[in-house]
């Protein structure tokens, strides 16, 4: 346990936060899926020089879901913070 001076000056016990692993475990597999398919579009295009709609539709579609899990995560941290 940490004390610390707050901004009135007085002492305070600092709080412990438990996030848990289970939702970070999660959070870095979406990252790690999200960034395989932008290295295969990527690989793509370097190799054929032609990116089919599909594979921006489906990287598009994974950033999407990336991103909406990003906001319930980045909301249930702020949460636990507060």
Known sequence: MKIYMNEQGLLEKERELCLGLGGIED???EL???RDTF????DRYENFEKVY???M???LEGLFKFNQSFVR???TLIDKIE
């Not at 290295?39 to 990527?42: A, D, K, Y």
């Open 73 to 75: 995560n980045n909301e």
């Open 32 to 34: 790690d899926a999200m």
């Open 27 to 29: 959070f870095i597999k």
């Open 57 to 59: 539709k489906n990287m």
């Open 53 to 55: 709609h599909s594979d």
């Open 39 to 42: 290295q295969e579009v990527q």
